[in-house]
């Protein structure tokens, strides 16, 4: 009886240790058939037969009779592969079924994952390839009549190799496993110009397929919180999702991981970012009970960077001093970028103290970012600058625009600060101009068959190179293995950084004509600027419910329909 009685404790203490130490996943899993076979080796004699059967949907089950299978053969020294597209980018891995071949015995194939077909047929090692943060080159074996699953990376294409010799393999099934999480898109936008439709849906699934259980920069690189790249991210969730704890949860591993006096991300801009995302969220949701929570770290922060300002108001941050990777070189630019970013700091700090009760060191933020406007460094021809100034008030944005952000047009943008540029464009009352670069620098993107955007971009790299899903011709560059630079040098490029997804909370904002102007979204100012477009419509998501809003040119004059849920004021 006692040791029945030991026997039940002892299994009930493990069930208890179990239950606290695993966790239930919250994404859910899609299977994709491939859309098309971009290529395979079928050798002299006939490697491959009936590799269309690829192409069909499956359903992850072995069966003992082997009607329409793919059959692959090693024979005389030579070995199949293929290379499929699955039409979209996608973070998961593959699902491999296979069928009832002669011999029992595993076989190892290669796998080669890519976020391009020239990143696909491309070995670790060559153009930068390589197995960072997630597998995508690596060998394995297939069990005779049986499914098997990959690690996850994020690609879009895939290619087989068979790699054992005189041997025959059966596939039934090589699938696509997308993990994502299952959400509704609760804002919309559609209008009368279908490329912008195009480029505001495709910044919504670049920032969805980084929402897995953290709020990551890239599902192929970087699968990491950087707090800095999260802005943008929260601007898109917010238009385009709502409310979603992966924010909450991703800010607060970025302060439960930066004990102060540190910088998160070793990168002293990232932990203003992490106060200037603060900001932006309690806007949009409202929620004063989790900001209280933020509230020693948020303060403790702000009196640490209330020491890096002097009495002529120029900042002094120590750590990395970064904005982003292409603006690198201009020392002198980014001086300028992170006076303006601290600035913004402090002000957005002055309205969290405020809202937290906090009024003292409200006064004092306000105070220092109010002394720091007298001091304006020079941008030194940087567009990233330049917007930062611009967004701070410590130039006027017209003259920002006009100076250094307009010319050119898109040349010299950025992905991840293209979005401050537009927003500095729309400042300075450029709507239009904004309107063109997004047309022009994102979607010159989806002309090279992005289906999400890219780390970085540049105008320039398109004339004369493929796109990312053809095999590269002789004479054609490589848009995707030849450019490139710093940490994204040729193929370790990301084609799927969230950062880039700034014209969709862009488009929500000033086209739409979404402002937020009270905490929870519970008063909206509806103003839109529809440029050369004849109508725009959509839905913005708020704590209370969704917001409908059409605008419609009509005798010179925009009509505007809006339907708001209870509890939200709307302003013109």
Avoid at 240 to 261: A, I, M, Q
């Amino acid at each position: 009886m006692i040791r029945k009685r030991l026997g039940g404790i002892l299994l009930f203490l493990m069930i208890a240790v179990i239950g606290r130490s695993q966790y239930a996943d919250i994404r859910t899993r899609t299977y994709i058939a491939p859309t098309r076979i971009v290529w395979q080796y079928n050798g002299s004699g006939g490697l491959i037969h009936n590799i269309n059967a690829l192409l069909k949907p499956g359903d992850g089950q072995g069966v003992l009779t082997n009607r329409n299978l793919c059959v692959l053969k090693s024979t005389g020294g030579e070995y199949p592969s293929f290379l499929v597209d699955f039409g979209k980018e996608i973070q998961g891995g593959l699902r491999i079924v296979t069928g009832r071949s002669k011999s029992k015995e595993p076989v190892k194939i290669r796998i080669r994952l890519g976020e391009s077909v020239s990143e696909a047929m491309t070995p670790v090692g060559t153009k930068g390839a390589m197995n960072d943060h997630a597998m995508r080159d690596f060998t394995m074996e297939l069990p005779w009549l049986g499914t098997t699953e990959t690690v996850h990376s994020g690609f879009r294409f895939a290619r087989i190799d068979l790699l054992d010799a005189d041997t025959e393999l059966l596939l039934k099934e090589v699938n696509a496993v997308s993990v994502m999480r299952d959400i509704p898109y609760r804002g919309s936008f559609r209008c009368n110009d279908d490329r912008l439709n195009e480029i505001w849906m495709t910044g919504a699934y670049t920032v969805h397929l980084n929402m897995q259980e953290y709020l990551w920069d890239g599902i192929k690189r970087d699968r990491l919180v950087w707090v800095g790249d999260m802005h943008p991210e929260v601007m898109t969730i917010s238009s385009v999702f709502g409310f979603n704890e992966v924010v909450p949860r991703s800010l607060d591993l970025s302060r439960d991981t930066t004990p102060l006096p540190g910088w998160m991300n070793s990168i002293s801009s990232y932990s203003l970012w992490w106060i200037l995302i603060h900001k932006e969220w309690y806007l949009y949701q409202g929620d004063l009970e989790y900001l209280k929570r933020q509230k020693d770290y948020l303060t403790g922060l702000l009196n640490h960077l209330l020491t890096k300002v002097d009495e002529s108001g120029k900042e002094h941050l120590d750590g990395k001093r970064f904005l982003d990777w292409p603006s690198e070189r201009n020392r002198q630019g980014i001086n300028a970028g992170l006076q303006a970013l601290l600035s913004m700091t402090f002000d957005a700090g002055a309205m969290l103290c405020e809202a937290l009760g906090d009024n003292v060191l409200a006064a004092t933020c306000a105070e220092v970012s109010a002394r720091m406007k007298q001091y304006v460094p020079d941008a030194n021809g940087s567009k990233q600058a330049a917007a930062l100034l611009a967004l701070a008030g410590l130039v006027d944005a017209a003259e920002a625009d006009n100076n250094v952000i307009s010319v050119g047009g898109a040349k010299n943008f950025s992905t991840f600060y293209g979005y401050y540029m537009l927003q500095a464009q729309a400042k300075a009352g450029n709507y239009q101009g904004a309107i063109d670069v997004i047309r022009t620098y994102w979607g010159g993107m989806l002309d090279m068959g992005a289906t999400t955007f890219w780390e970085d971009f540049n105008l320039e790299w398109i004339p004369g190179s493929a796109p990312i899903d053809e095999l590269v011709p002789a004479g054609k560059k490589d848009i995707h293995g030849d450019f490139g630079n710093f940490c994204y040098s040729r193929l370790r490029h990301s084609l799927c950084h969230g950062w880039a997804s700034g014209p969709t909370a862009w488009l929500s904002e000033h086209v739409l004509g979404v402002k937020v102007m009270t905490p929870g979204c519970r008063t909206l100012k509806i103003e839109p600027h529809l440029g050369d477009l004849e109508w725009v419509e959509g839905t913005f998501p708020t704590p209370k419910g969704d917001v409908r809003i059409s605008h419609r040119k009509q005798n010179g004059k925009i009509v505007t329909k809006v339907k708001a849920p209870k509890g939200v004021k709307i302003i013109d």
